[in-house]
């Protein structure tokens, strides 16, 4: 004879399918867990590989052709690198066949957040070298070059007040700045995780700390670079 199920057998039977379930959750809870904290682990690292990447490469660069007392400057956390990075529409600076290195511009005239040069391709390579969001060093220190300002201008316009004195000298410089959406290079995202960006300089020693973020999962790297 067939017998159904006693009210024991069945709450016995909904327990253990209950500790089942709950068991495998807590599986798939602590799985996806450990994969989110990987992932942001990951992301966090490969932003930060991605900005010593291209630091590295322009610091090795790094006014290979201007003159070596302007290589570097900081200003907060904000690094400017003397040279020009290379596009699709600028070559980099070039040994010119008959003006010898090194290669700058003075400055004729300063306007509250405006300057003038007496010259704006520095190698006479037929190519400005200085445009929007790329930065400038001055011998008494770095400026950033205005978003709306438009390659060619005889008058640059700055993001700040401008540095330095007339007849001073100036060259052109790679910009890193940290915004509150990650590290920027002469205006574009470079690193949309880093949260902590601070450069410094020592001599010809030049030190940065960089710190990403991502979904509470924090990766914190120091890199040095000693200037040639």
């Not at 057998?9 to 253990?16: A, G, P």
């Not at 600076?93 to 520095?122: E, K, N, Q």
């Not at 949260?195 to 010809?204: K, M, Q, R, W, Y």
């Amino acid at each position: 004879m067939e017998r159904g199920l006693t009210l024991v057998e069945l709450l016995l039977s909904i327990t253990l399918a209950s500790i089942l379930i709950l068991t495998l959750f807590s599986i798939h809870s602590l799985t996806a867990s450990a994969y989110r904290d990987a992932m942001a682990g990951w992301y966090c690292m490969q932003s930060l590989r991605s900005a010593i990447i291209r630091l590295d490469a322009d610091l090795k660069q790094c006014a290979c052709l201007l003159p070596q007392d302007m290589r570097v400057a900081c200003q907060g956390s904000a690094l400017f690198i003397a040279g020009v990075p290379l596009t699709s529409s600028h070559s980099g600076i070039r040994v010119h066949a008959s003006t010898p290195p090194p290669y700058y511009s003075i400055i004729r005239t300063l306007s509250g957040s405006s300057m003038t040069l007496d010259a704006l391709d520095i190698d006479a390579s037929g190519s400005y070298d200085y445009w929007a969001d790329l930065g400038i060093i001055t011998e008494s220190g770095p400026c950033v070059i205005s978003h709306g300002y438009s390659r060619g201008d005889a008058v640059i316009t700055l993001k700040a007040p401008a540095p330095g004195s007339i007849g001073e000298r100036a060259v052109p410089a790679i910009h890193y700045e940290l915004r509150t959406d990650g590290l920027y290079r002469n205006g574009q995202l470079l690193a949309e995780a880093v949260c902590i960006f601070t450069p410094s300089l020592d001599g010809a020693e030049v030190s940065i700390v960089m710190e990403a973020c991502y979904h509470e999962n924090r990766e914190r790297i120091s890199y040095t670079y000693h200037l040639q």
